[in-house]
């Protein structure tokens, strides 16, 4: 697959029974332009390889959090009109802070994770951070991702790419698209 700056996942192949699609969510993403496009395709493609589809709602930390893990409700998502396979509540930025999303991806047997959503500097780094440290192989999908500000999201992709890919890699939605079919 073509990711910067190594080739994801770094062991050479992508098995879809090992792949979950992260879906952050901010809070009030409307009020910032929602997500990129392509995700409704790539969350179809993701689930029809037989990955899981998992919508990550993260908010400011000192917000009550709402329950760890809601069963799947098969509600579309307001971003892309497609139901997910499970909603996951975080406590904080980070989708893993106070919610049930280890023990989910862990019980379903995914390590391998592609991050999406809004908002890029926010709630989605500091998940693919903390999946990192949770030894989580991570893809970024840089177009499926939408920046709360816009002059950081060229830093955030620097951020993630440092030091040979500390965090991850970087790729498309059409590449990850290409790869699952």
């Known amino acids: 697959m073509t990711t910067t700056p190594y080739p994801w996942p770094w062991h050479g192949r992508l098995d879809p029974s090992r792949l979950a699609l992260l879906a952050v969510a901010c809070p009030d993403r409307s009020a910032r332009g929602g997500m990129a496009g392509g995700t409704a395709g790539l969350e179809e493609t993701v ?3 037989g990955g899981l589809v998992v919508r990550v709602g993260v908010r400011p930390p000192l917000r009550p959090a709402g329950p760890p893990v809601a069963p799947p409700n098969r509600a579309p998502s307001k971003a892309t009109g497609a ?4 909603d996951v509540a975080a406590a904080g930025w980070d989708g893993f802070h106070g919610s049930g999303l280890d023990d989910l991806l862990r ?3 995914r390590d391998l994770l592609a991050l999406t959503g809004c908002c890029l500097e926010l709630g989605v780094h500091s998940t693919m951070r903390s ?5 989580y192989e991570c893809l970024l999908v840089a177009d499926a991702c939408a920046a709360a500000d816009p002059m950081l999201a ?9 030091s ?6 970087v790729g498309s939605s059409a590449a990850l698209i290409r790869e699952l079919s």
């Open 83 to 86: 139901a997910p396979d499970c």
């Open 107 to 109: 019980a379903a047997g």
């Open 154 to 162: 060229g830093a955030a992709l620097s951020m993630i790419e440092m």
């Open 131 to 135: 999946a990192n440290d949770r030894g």
């Open 47 to 49: 689930r029809g390889a």
């Open 164 to 169: 040979g890919g500390i965090f991850g890699a």
